[in-house]
Each structure stands twice: as structure tokens, then as C-alpha cells.
Nanobody, 125 residues
Framework: QVQLAESGGGLVQAGGSLRLACAASGRNFSSNAMGWFRQAPGNEREFVAAITWSGSTTSYAGSVKGRFTISRDNTKNTVYLQMNSLKPEDTAVYYC??????????????????WGQGTQVTVSS
């Protein structure tokens, strides 16, 4: 059974940092692009970042570009999201997802077919 497990969320003050991890089990995703999304209460799930299967190319939402970094370690079947200079508006549940094989940089939730359960990130002002 395929599972994605996010970890690393928590409560942090504005300006602080967190590193999220997404560990996959049940299947090797080293040939798939991966993405991070987030969802705040009352909002739709939105794209945060994506990375190609090799990790050589990345894409970011404008709101996080320059502050967040996505990376992956295919030997560990794990994707990371380093979040720096956090702001209160970054507060959300963060999800990792597997790209189903379309455009690797897709911002649409429809292009991702496996999802983790999410990890809460709360940034206080």
C-alpha cells in the first residue's frame, strides 16, 4: 500500500524556519516529479513547490520563492521543504504529493495522484 508521511510541522515565530519531510513507502517514486501544497482554513489547496524526478529543476509559487527550498533524496524516497523567513500567512496544513506523470511543474491538484495526510505549520506574529 502506497503511503506518504509528512513530518516536521509545528509552531514557529515569524521569521523562523522549519524543515518538512515527506517519506514515501510501498512504492519507489524516484521516477516521479513531486510537489508540496498547502491549505489554510476556508481556502482551497494551493501549490507551493515542485521538483523533477532527478531533483535538478524546481518550481515555486510566487509567494514562497526565495524563502522556501524543495529538495529530494531518492535513496531515501523522501522529499523535503525547507521553509525560511516564515510569515503568519504561511500558516496552513502542508501536503506532499506525487505527480501522476504530466507536466512536472503543474500547479493543479488534479495532476497529483498520491497525497500524504498533511502536517500543520503555524506561524505566530
Amino acid at each position: 500500500q502506497v503511503q506518504l508521511a509528512e513530518s516536521g510541522g509545528g509552531l514557529v515565530q515569524a521569521g523562523g524556519s522549519l524543515r518538512l519531510a515527506c517519506a514515501a513507502s510501498g512504492r519507489n517514486f524516484s521516477s516521479n516529479a513531486m510537489g508540496w501544497f498547502r491549505q489554510a482554513p476556508g481556502n482551497e489547496r494551493e501549490f507551493v513547490a515542485a521538483i523533477t524526478w532527478s531533483g535538478s529543476t524546481t518550481s515555486y509559487a510566487g509567494s514562497v520563492k526565495g524563502r522556501f527550498t524543495i529538495s529530494r533524496d531518492n535513496t531515501k524516497n523522501t522529499v523535503y521543504l525547507q521553509m525560511n523567513s516564515l510569515k503568519p500567512e504561511d500558516t496552513a496544513v502542508y501536503y506532499c504529493a506525487v505527480n501522476r506523470g504530466g507536466s512536472w511543474y503543474s500547479h493543479s491538484v488534479l495532476d497529483y495522484n498520491f497525497w500524504g495526510q498533511g502536517t500543520q505549520v503555524t506561524v505566530s506574529s
